[in-house]
Nanobody, 117 residues
Framework: QVRLVESGGGLVQPGGSLGLSCTAS????????MSWFRQAPGKERELVAR???????NYADSVKGRFTITRDNAKNTVYMQMNSLKPEGTAVYYC???????????WGQGTQVTVSS
């Protein structure tokens, strides 16, 4: 059974930083495509950042230069460092894993990030 567990959300002031972690189990993590999505109230879920098994990355234009996604295959964990946070970054952030053998998507339960003074 695949399980993704996020941690690291919370309240941060505009301009501040926050780090998210997602630990996976039940899948071949090293080859899986790992992503962070977010969903703000009243809006659709959107891709924030993605990292492949070969550590290729891509980012939403709105976070380029401020967010960094990394992975540690030895710990089955993907991270996202978020700097210079803006109020529009307030959302529930979800970790997602896509297996390359079956092209199946799995989701974590989400973690709330609130950017507010």
């Amino acid at each position: 059974q695949v399980r993704l567990v996020e941690s690291g959300g919370g309240l941060v002031q505009p301009g501040g930083s926050l780090g998210l972690s997602c630990t996976a189990s039940g899948l071949t993590f090293s080859s899986s495509i790992m992503s962070w999505f977010r969903q703000a109230p009243g809006k659709e879920r959107e891709l924030v950042a993605r990292i492949t098994g070969t550590r290729g990355t891509n980012y939403a234009d709105s976070v380029k230069g401020r967010f960094t996604i990394t992975r540690d295959n030895a710990k089955n964990t993907v991270y996202m460092q978020m700097n210079s946070l803006k109020p529009e970054g307030t959302a529930v952030y979800y970790c997602s894993a896509r297996t390359i053998t079956t092209w199946t998507d799995y989701w974590g339960q989400g973690t709330q990030v609130t950017v507010s003074s």
